[in-house]
């Protein structure tokens, strides 16, 4: 799975390129943020220069994190785009000691050796980081095409150092001079890169700063136009595909099956396919036992068998069960639009009649769900169709919010990890660290009730990898125990963290940041947040040690951090402080781009200011914009906003935002979603929302070169919201005003015009002239296809035919219907509309007490049935029961 993340790391000498990092950090690295947010990927840059002087790197500690990061970035497989660029000084030569730290722990590393032998050469960390990156790079990452096209090099003109730094341009001896050595150490380099690596040389003499970062800016996004082309951006089904997948993933990292139960889990998803009706499985252990992780073991043993869709909440941000609803049915029927519960069980139904096998729904953490109550009601009420399984994972506490009983829910208790199996998670946690544990440490471990929950036990792990000498592990064993449960261990870690950095309490504010964000945090937007008074950014000596003393309890998705799990965040969600935090984030997410606006709408709801929601969302391209983005987050807004909720004081719903009209130039590019939002708007019932949209966006969806299909949905969906309103005489104006341009939207569209058209002259007594609407839209539907339309047109006169008189009217309409499609060519689009018309047409009869003829209409549509879907279908199976029912009612009537 590629990583969607670029990681720039920035190499030059101290503070005579000042002015270069500088314009980078300050002017270039914003556009590439904003064009890498576009592209739905995360820019971050690495430049250890920043933020400190060159007397307080000499310590070594900088070389330390500068080979850490290097190599963390290969351990990804994904080694960082490298910039270097030179002016008149070599740097500073590190000596052996310099670097003890670093030997103290990577003596071992198959990259020691390539820098032990540099040093022996008397070369400066500047070359040192050149020679790591690619001059002289491990072997599996020599080749040109992994190392060159990441690196480039860029040479300062000799004219601009004298203008820039003066004699702070070069290196000096203790008495003032030039250095020979060093000065010829430099040309060396360069000649070198000149040499053999012409390829990394992006400009050899740049006469400006700003020429500098031209150049800089053009090859990045040349780069990311190259790995990332904007034809190939992902959609946001993709992107959350995507971020689902990533999850599960990690969960799955040194994972320790329990195989037994998993089996018997399987075996139980197998009847799905034998049985006409499959109960949902519920699966519950409290926070922190491995739910998660089990399912996404689940997961990948079932994908190897048969379709599986699996939905983690909060993976992608989106902690709403109409997320997992809008998922599951774009991978059903992608072209369903609206998404809608009727949909999705279309959806189901239609998959469980064309498919063999059993697909199989995962949905973990149905108790972090935003209203988790209502989401076991909605998902209790779905009639399940033949070989679809569903399995839902939640805490104990779910049992208090919604009524589980045995009809409806099969409910299992995910089993405590045993002590042999707690054994083989730390045996597997410690093999990914090439470390070891003692027998009777293993067994203090193990033995601890805190460590029957695995999260507890993997942090305790960690804590034990990080920090403690092995003289110290049992002390530092018991004080992690003495924690208890996973929040507790925490924030405990986060105290002891906040004392080896500096400014005091950075790592916890750190946390704290990730923990507000809506879906986590890139390096550079954690730098940015963490800054103090000397910078745009908190500097990356301190920052890089701070992530890496914080990974075990975070996950890292393309670039973008996020706290490993829910525990985690609740310990952190009390407090002013997080508050503060959520603040900054607002002020910080200050761009145009889609991925900073959904992150200040979440904030500015998590803050309960609404006042500067509303202000930010009165403004129609940004809710256009959230839309594409993230329907979901926007669908939460509106329920945030009380559009649904009626006003104390008028009785009236609410409609909060201002929105002003906009043109057609400015909607060019975004017609269907304002017609989406508006059609939403409209069948969630927020009709003074719906009619505030419609007027904003009317003069732009009714301008003379707007699209004829535009104007009629725009004027079709005004249409119905009028009607709802009760103003009739509007209502049918604007249906006509759709009706004047339909023809040129094709007779599907035209056919669902007229049915709007049917029920404005209805509601306005003028049946005949509703009914001849109906029946209109019926043969343009026939014409077209479309059984959807059919079906609804068929309700629709079912309503207005309730007497006798009425259905005999009907069934001389339905046979003509009937002659028209038989006469149509035999084919499977047909026999389904067949299907429609003879089920419609056997009610019909049934309303005259034509029974025997019923029974042959119902005959019929098994038959037009029985072409498309030979299987048994819930379809077939209505059907049947319908002619067995009448059949019964003929023999009692005969006295048989």
Known sequence: MQQREIRVFLSSTFKDMDAERHHLVTRVFPQIRQLCYQRGVNFSEIDLRWGITEEAAKNGRTVQICLEEIERCRALGQPPFFIGFLGERYGWVP????????????????????????????????????????????PEFSQPHVSAPRAKMYFR???????????????????????????????????RLRDDFPQTIAVDGYQSVEAFGEAVKRWLEQTI?????????????????????????????????????????????????????????????????????????????????????????????????????????????????????????????????????????????????????????????????????????????????????EQHWQRVQLPALSVEEREAVCAASLAQVSKSLSIPLTRRLVDDTAC????????????????ARHEALPQRLDALLRC?????????????????????????????????????????????????ERGVKAPDHELLPL????????????????????????????????????????????????????????????????????????????????????????????????VYEEDVMTGKLRQPFSWQPVGAAQLSDHFYAAIAIFTELRMTTALPAAAAWGSAIRAACSAPDTNPLVKANFYNTLAVLHKNQGALD?????????????????????????????????????????????????????????????????????????????????????EAQISIAEAQPLTLQR??????????????????????EAIAAIDNAIAAVQYFNNDASKKLDDLLTMRREIYQVTLRQSGG
């Open 225 to 405: 136009d190259a790995l990332y082309p904007a034809h190939s951006l992902p959609d946001s089904w993709q992107r959350r595909l995507r971020e689902h997948q990533q999850y599960a993933a990690v969960r799955r990292r040194a994972y320790v099956p329990l195989t037994a139960f998993r089996d018997r889990l399987v075996a139980y998803l197998n009847q799905a396919s034998t049985l006409p009706t499959f109960t949902p499985l519920l699966l519950t252990a409290a926070s922190g036992m491995g739910k998660s992780a089990f399912l996404a073991d689940l997961e990948a043993t079932l994908a190897a068998k048969g379709p599986v869709f699996a939905h983690y909440v909060g993976a992608d941000g989106d902690n709403t069960l109409e997320n997992w609803r809008d998922r599951l049915l774009n991978a059903l029927a992608p072209q369903v639009s609206p998404p809608s519960w009727n949909a999705l069980t279309e959806a189901l139904t239609a998959w469980s009649q064309r498919q063999n096998g059993t697909l199989v729904l995962l949905l973990d953490a149905v108790n972090q769900l935003a209203r988790p109550q209502e989401a076991m009601d909605r998902l209790r009420q779905i009639a399940w169709p033949p070989q679809v399984a569903l399995v839902i994972s939640a805490t104990p506490d779910i049992t208090q919010l919604a009524r589980l009983d």
């Open 484 to 532: 208890g449960e996973t929040g507790a261990l925490f924030l405990a870690a986060l105290a002891e963290s906040d004392k080896d950095f500096s400014p005091p309490g950075l790592a916890s504010r750190a946390a704290r940041f990730i923990a507000a964000s809506r879906n986590g945090l890139t390096h550079s937007e954690l730098a940015r947040l963490l800054a103090d």
């Open 730 to 814: 509007v209502a049918e104006f604007a249906i006509r005003e759709a009706l004047g341009v339909g023809a040129l939207c094709g007779k599907r569209n035209m056919a669902r015009m007229l049915i709007t058209l049917g029920g404005i002259l209805i509601a306005t007594e003028r049946e005949e002239q509703g009914r001849q609407a109906y029946h209109n839209a019926q043969r343009l539907a026939m014409q077209a296809g479309d059984e959807e339309t059919l079906a609804a047109i068929a309700t629709l006169l079912a309503r207005l035919d309730t007497q006798p008189t009425g259905a005999a009217k009907r069934i001389a309409e339905f």
């Open 452 to 467: 029957e929950n695995p999260l507890f036990l993997r942090l305790t792990l960690e804590e034990l990898c990080l920090h």
């Open 547 to 642: 992530l890496a003393r914080l990974a075990p309890y975070c996950q890292i998705r393309d670039g973008r951090l996020k706290l490993l799990h829910s525990a985690l965040d609740h310990a952190l969600q009390r407090g002013e402080e997080m508050n503060i935090c959520r603040r900054a984030i607002v002020d910080c997410f200050k761009d145009e781009s889609a991925f900073s606006l959904a992150e200040r709408v979440w904030q500015l709801m998590a803050l309960n200011e609404k006042k500067a929601l509303f202000q930010a969302l009165s403004d129609v391209l940004n809710v256009i914009q959230l839309y594409e983005y993230e329907p979901g987050l926007l669908r939460q807004v509106w329920g945030f906003s009380g």
């Open 95 to 138: 000596q052996e000691d310099d670097l003890a730290a670093y030997w103290a722990q990577a003596a071992d590393r198959r990259y020691a050796s390539t820098i032990r032998a540099a040093l022996t050469e008397g070369i400066s960390v500047t070359e040192l980081e050149i020679r790591f990156a690619f001059l002289a790079p491990p």
């Open 157 to 191: 003109a000799p004219e601009l150092t004298q203008t820039l730094a003066g004699d702070g341009g070069y290196d000096l001896t203790p008495q003032g001079q030039t250095d020979p050595l060093r000065a010829g150490q430099l040309t060396a380099l360069k000649q």
């Open 831 to 852: 026999q389904k509309i067949l299907s429609v018309i003879y089920e419609e047409y056997a009610f019909a009869l049934l309303q005259n007490d034509r029974l025997i």
